[in-house]
């Protein structure tokens, strides 16, 4: 009898316990965490996800040592007109020149997005500053490069024009082009999988493809011998 009071004494004291540990709520990652998990992220090259984290943990902190985290991310991923704003947003203060490298990466942005006078001031504020070597030769070639194209024009039988999202696919395709004959052309390694270069390994070739159009779409490709 003692026994089987013993018994549902130890069940009840359990089910208590077990209870509690249900009933306590889970712990949430502090804002620490977010941050350190965002900067792993972005040691770990994992640059979308990073700049979701980075997003986060700005909207919740308003900490100004976040925006050069995101200005350059933005600029990774490509995203100029984001990236402008960012980088904005902290250098016209940075007076001591504490982010002098940014100085580069917002040149270039400026540049791409077509603001050449501006990017020519930021390019040779870099350089006043900067002690990378290899920074100041892309800076020099970057200079020299809208030089050289200042008096450039478009050629008028050169059109630029979006190919849809059927081109789009895992593999190695470069160079599309629309032919005269109307069909899409492209050179490709055909091959989804990374390509390495060893003495052990057979060499790689490129082979230009060719797609009939389809609608809106491109047709079955088809390699040209």
């Known amino acids: 009898m003692n026994s089987a009071y013993k018994n549902i004494f130890s069940t009840a004291i359990l089910l208590f316990f077990a209870v509690a540990v249900i009933a306590q709520p889970l712990r ?3 804002y620490e965490m977010n941050l350190e998990f965002a900067h792993q992220l972005f040691a770990e090259r994992d640059y979308y996800n990073a700049m979701e984290m980075f997003q986060e943990c700005y909207r919740e902190s308003r ?15 490509r995203d100029y007109d984001r990236a402008r704003r960012w980088f904005e947003r902290y250098l016209p203060r940075d007076e001591q020149f504490l982010y002098v490298q940014d100085r580069f990466h917002y040149a270039r ?28 030769n892309r800076t020099e070639i970057e200079l020299l490069g809208m030089e050289l194209s200042k008096d ?15 081109i789009n696919s895992g593999l190695t395709d470069l ?5 005269p004959d109307g069909r899409l052309y492209y050179a490709t390694f055909n091959r989804r999988s990374r390509i390495t270069y060893t003495e052990d390994e057979q060499p790689h ?9 389809d609608d809106d779409d491109w047709g079955q490709c088809e390699r040209m011998r």
């Not at 450039?152 to 059927?166: C, H, I, K, N």
């Not at 160079?175 to 032919?179: E, M, N, Q």
């Open 205 to 213: 070739f490129l082979r230009i493809f060719s797609a009939p159009p």
């Open 28 to 30: 949430e990652p502090t």
């Open 152 to 166: 450039w024009t478009q050629p008028e039988d050169l059109f630029v024009t979006a190919l849809g999202e059927g």
């Open 175 to 179: 160079s599309p082009a629309v032919g």
């Open 109 to 136: 942005t400026l540049r791409i997005l077509g603001e050449k006078d501006e990017a020519r001031e930021m390019f040779l504020e870099f350089l006043a500053h900067t002690d990378n070597d290899s920074l100041k």
């Open 63 to 77: 900490d100004p040592q976040i925006l050069p985290k995101l200005a350059i991310l933005n600029y990774i991923l």
